[in-house]
Structures are given as C-alpha cells and as structure tokens.
C-alpha cells in the first residue's frame, strides 16, 4: 500500500510525495526533489536531513534516539517536533505524514 507524505517546502508550498512502508522519508523527500542534503546518509552526524514535524503526527512516529536528539540539538531553526528525516521508516499509519522542510535547511549548505 502506498504512503503519502506531505513536505511543506523552504517557501511554505506543499509537496506531495509517495513512498512505501519501509521507505526512509529522507530518500523519499530528496527522490521528490525537497532540499534535504542528507550528507552523512543516514549515519546521525550532520543534521542536514533536519525537518519539522506536523504537531499532530509527531506522537505517531517512533521515538527518537538519544544521538538523534543530540543531534537535532545542532540543527538550524529545530523545534519541538522536528526530527532527522533518515531516522523516519515509512510505516502504513504514516499515511498522509506531513513535514516541513525548514529554510535554514538551504542555508545551511552555503555554508
Ligand atoms: Fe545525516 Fe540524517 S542524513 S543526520
């Protein structure tokens, strides 16, 4: 069964993707063609994957790990519900998930 994602781009516009369970939202974001660098692929040690979490799909998603935590700690413009995108496996409950990708995501790879 498919999964549907919504990503709110840098400028706010939405961006429907879809993925599979299994799928990690990350690949799913970059094969949709959202921002996300993802430069470490997945190995929690860059941050640049960062995105904010709708409020209301937050709770449904996995908890995150100490290193990511500490990890989201250095990512630019992190809220309460952001998360790193490659720690996020497409489950079918995920259907309909929503996440911003936020502007300082593009920022941050001028640096
Ligand atoms: Fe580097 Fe997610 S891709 S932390």
Do not use: Y
């Amino acid at each position: 069964m498919p999964v549907k994602v919504i990503f709110i781009d840098p400028r706010g516009n939405p961006v429907e993707a879809t993925g599979a369970p299994g799928d990690n939202l990350l690949r799913v974001g970059q094969s949709a063609g959202l921002p996300l660098e993802g430069t470490c692929e997945g190995q929690m040690a860059c941050s640049t994957c960062h995105v904010i979490v709708a409020a209301e799909w937050f709770d449904k998603l996995a908890e995150a790990s100490e290193e990511e935590e500490d990890m989201l700690d250095f990512a630019a413009g992190a809220r309460r519900t952001s998360r790193l995108s490659c720690q996020i496996d497409l489950t079918e409950e995920l259907d309909g998930l929503t996440v911003s990708v936020p502007a300082e995501s593009a920022d941050a790879r001028r640096m």
